[in-house]
């Protein structure tokens, strides 16, 4: 309110009686009116201006972190396909001084594989003996039994991959029924 005495005694020093029509009082609280509309529309637009700013940061952040779920999910099957491969190869024939050397690359492989995973987020959901979790696994079938509590898991068809904090591929699972 200073500000206005001090414009007013201005005003009055130059003659101004205020008695004219458009009276300057009347002209200054217009303008502070003005000028105050203006600062709240430059106030939101920085507001507006830095909620844009994080939200870009945050999406550039996520695309980031998430860029590879698409290669993740493709190798998943190859993963599938060593471990099918291992788990076909009759105890005998993994005795066979022939097959060792290439038993011994196929399990380097998907040492290797599992490794990747590991350093890139992607790591294998627990399954077997664990209460069913629909947000992680899917259950195919309903197996009975006296042994463990109905709901548990008791058998694992395929394995379930996560990417960091996201699914890539639930485990497909059997689940517990009473007998």
Not at 68 to 91: C, H, I, Q, W
Not at 145 to 168: C, F, H, N, W
């Amino acid at each position: 309110m200073n500000d206005e005495q001090d414009l007013q005694e201005q005003a009055e020093a130059a003659g101004f009686d205020g008695a004219e029509d458009g009276a300057p009082e009347q002209d200054f609280s217009d303008l502070v009116k003005e000028l105050e509309e203006v600062r709240q529309h430059v106030l939101y637009a920085q507001a507006e201006t830095h909620n844009v700013r994080r939200r870009l940061e945050q999406e550039k952040l996520t695309a980031a972190t998430y860029a590879a779920t698409g290669f993740a999910r493709d190798m998943l099957s190859v993963k599938d396909n060593l471990d099918r491969a291992l788990a076909a190869v009759p105890e005998e024939l993994r005795q066979d001084d022939k097959l060792k050397a290439l038993l011994t690359g196929i399990e380097a492989t998907s040492r290797e594989l599992d490794s990747v995973f590991a350093r890139n987020g992607v790591t294998r959901v627990e399954a077997l003996g664990k209460a069913l979790d629909p947000n992680r696994h899917q259950a195919m079938v309903e197996i009975p039994s006296d042994e463990a509590e109905p709901g548990t898991i008791v058998q694992e068809m395929q394995a379930g991959y996560m990417l960091k904090d996201r699914l890539l591929r639930p485990a497909l699972v059997g689940v517990a029924k009473k007998g």
